[in-house]
Each structure stands twice: as structure tokens, then as C-alpha cells.
């Protein structure tokens, strides 16, 4: 395999907006995304950028930017944009879709996204980590996959992803991390696809790739050795966020 890490970004979040350049102790969180890919060393990264404020802002911290039409509906549309300019001969055969917005994501959570690519009958590589407690089982920011691991096993198909504590029973609950490894042609196939009624009732990009019956495999972390990262997305988030990266 041949990664390449493309961070979509953009400034137009709706719960938080402009979160690319939010201050996390000193650096934009963009940069903070720009060294977590760097960190983890599996190939070149770059961002692709919604908007010129984020291109400069990653371009002033050494790094590569693409700017892309700040109109597309998704990170994986920009991501998938970008690349026609980042690998026109389309050398990088695996596409590490690194979210914009995980400043506590640790390098080994890249190397491990890639892992469950190794089976050639999967399309997607993705993470989660246990949920921790009923208030995040009830936080529809913290993603649920229906996902089962037995026996010891650290990579199993996704089922189902939701925003709702899924599925129903004992036993535990897994936070999806939104974080994609691609097979170049699975993403190409992906993005010519149109939104499906899942993907839109949920508001979870990956159910497409789902209901068009690709392959998600969920890597499981271990949160001892690799923590618990989470996503930043309303202001709570990013004070914790900045409270986690200090204490590092």
C-alpha cells in the first residue's frame, strides 16, 4: 500500500463555526491536524481547504494546501477533489481521510486506520474506541457503530453507524472515530455516487457506502495504549480539547 493523508477543512461548520483556526494552545487546530499526519509518517499530507484563510494558515506552518470548492457537500468530495491536483497519476492506491477537527488524535491512530485494508474484501478502513459513559451514549456528536468484536479480535465489519446509542442490549457501545482509509478506487466510486436516504436522515456520509454495499471495517483502539480521542464540535469540545493537549 501507498497512503496518502488529504485533511478536508473549511470554515462554514454549523455548530462551530470557523473551527479550522480555532486557537488550541497557540496553534490553529488546522495545524495541530497538520502535525498529527505528519506524526504518524505513512506518507506525504496535505489539506484540502474550503477556504483561503485555511490554505494560509497551513501554508504559514510548512505545509501543503489545495483549495477546493468551498460547495461541496462533503470532507470526502474535497478530499477526493484535491487529489486530482495532490497525485494526477494516481500513484497513492490508499486515501487516509484525516477529519479536520480530532486535535487529540494520537500518530498510531493513522497506521492502524490503514490495517484493516490488509483484507482485500474490505473498501473502508475506519476506528472506534468504547464509549465511555450514558452521557456520551446519549451525545448525538459521538457517532455509534454497530460493530461486534469476539474472541480477542481487533477489526470488525460495520453494520450500522447512528447517532443513537446502537445497538440495543448488554454489552459495550463503540464510538466511531470519523477517520477513512479509502482504496483510491472506492473513493472514486463513492463520490459519483448521490447522497443516500440514510446518509441524509442520519447525517453520516458513511452510510452511503453502506447502502451502495461497500465493505467498512472497524479497527478496534486501545484506548490505554492509544487514548480516546473525539471529534471538536461545539465549544465544550474545544476547551476540553486545549485542557487534553496541555496536559501533554
Given at each position: 500500500?501507498?497512503?496518502?493523508?488529504?485533511?478536508?477543512?473549511?470554515?462554514?461548520?454549523?455548530?462551530?463555526?470557523?473551527?479550522?483556526?480555532?486557537?488550541?494552545?497557540?496553534?490553529?487546530?488546522i495545524v495541530h491536524m497538520l502535525h498529527r499526519g505528519r506524526d504518524a509518517g505513512i506518507g506525504p499530507v496535505a489539506v484540502a481547504c474550503g477556504d483561503p484563510e485555511i490554505a494560509a494558515a497551513v501554508r504559514a506552518a510548512g505545509g501543503r494546501a489545495v483549495l477546493t470548492d468551498p460547495g461541496l457537500a462533503s470532507g470526502s468530495d474535497r478530499v477526493h477533489a484535491a487529489?486530482?491536483?495532490?497525485d494526477?497519476?494516481?500513484?497513492?492506491?490508499?486515501?487516509?481521510?484525516?477529519?479536520?477537527?480530532?486535535?487529540?488524535?494520537?500518530?498510531?491512530?493513522?497506521?492502524?486506520?490503514?490495517a484493516p485494508l490488509h483484507?482485500?474484501?474490505?473498501?473502508?478502513?475506519?476506528l472506534v474506541v468504547p464509549i465511555r459513559d450514558a452521557a456520551?451514549?446519549?451525545?448525538?456528536?459521538?457517532?455509534?457503530?454497530?460493530?461486534?468484536?469476539?474472541?480477542?479480535?481487533t477489526i470488525a465489519p460495520a453494520l450500522y453507524f447512528s447517532r443513537?446509542?446502537?445497538?440495543?442490549?448488554?454489552?459495550?457501545?463503540?464510538?466511531?472515530?470519523?477517520?477513512?482509509?479509502?482504496?483510491?478506487?472506492?473513493?472514486?466510486?463513492?463520490?459519483?455516487?448521490?447522497?443516500?436516504?440514510l446518509e441524509r436522515r442520519e447525517s453520516l456520509e458513511q452510510l452511503r457506502a453502506l447502502e451502495n454495499g461497500m465493505r467498512i471495517a472497524c479497527m478496534r483502539m486501545d484506548v490505554a495504549a492509544h487514548g480516546s480521542p473525539f471529534g471538536v464540535d461545539t465549544?465544550?469540545?474545544l476547551q476540553r480539547a486545549r485542557s487534553v493537549l496541555a496536559a501533554r
Open positions: 500500500m501507498n497512503p496518502i493523508v488529504v485533511i478536508p477543512a473549511r470554515m462554514a461548520s454549523t455548530r462551530l463555526p470557523g473551527k479550522p483556526l480555532a486557537d488550541i494552545n497557540g496553534l490553529p487546530m487529489l486530482a491536483e495532490l494526477p497519476d494516481r500513484q497513492h492506491d490508499v486515501i487516509v481521510n484525516l477529519q479536520g477537527d480530532f486535535p487529540t488524535l494520537g500518530p498510531d491512530a493513522l497506521r492502524l486506520v490503514i483484507d482485500p474484501e474490505v473498501d473502508i478502513g475506519t456520551e451514549a446519549t451525545t448525538d456528536s459521538f457517532v455509534k457503530a454497530a460493530c461486534a468484536f469476539e474472541d480477542g479480535q443513537q446509542a446502537i445497538p440495543w442490549g448488554p454489552g459495550p457501545l463503540w464510538h466511531h472515530i470519523g477517520i477513512y482509509a479509502y482504496r483510491r478506487t472506492v473513493l472514486d466510486r463513492y463520490v459519483s455516487l448521490p447522497p443516500s436516504p465549544a465544550e469540545d
